[in-house]
Nanobody, 122 residues
């Protein structure tokens, strides 16, 4: 399963961005997809996850109420809508996929896309 993350950029605090995680795999709709972020010198941090059927979602406490994860099965794409961005949201954001449900456990994800840089200026 190949994943392609996109949508990052440079924004100001309070702005919004929408990240996309797309796949050409026909079975993509069977996978839980998670978003993670990482800054230099720090471990990868869980951001949000959505189950294959969109019935379950999970968020890190730091983004609850500001970020929304969703998926469009027809487009084989998972989105991360990020509102009210803060400078501390600055990171490289990556998406990952796994069969079955999981959320924050980075070690359980089997497939990873390349990251997209999000920079939030104050």
């Amino acid at each position: 399963v190949q994943l392609q993350a996109s949508g990052g950029g440079l924004v100001q605090a309070g702005d919004s961005l929408r990240l996309s995680c797309a796949s050409s795999a026909r079975t993509f709709s069977s996978y839980t997809v998670g978003w993670f972020r990482q800054t230099p010198g720090k471990e990868r941090e869980f951001v949000a996850a959505i189950s294959w059927d969109s019935t379950r979602t999970a968020y890190a406490d730091s983004v609850k109420g500001r970020f929304t994860i969703s998926r469009d099965s027809a487009k084989n794409t998972v989105y991360l809508q990020m509102n009210s961005l803060k400078p501390e949201d600055t990171a490289v954001y990556s998406c990952a996929a796994v069969l079955g449900w999981t959320d924050y456990d980075v070690d359980k994800y089997d497939y990873w896309g390349q990251g997209t840089q999000v920079t939030v200026s104050s």
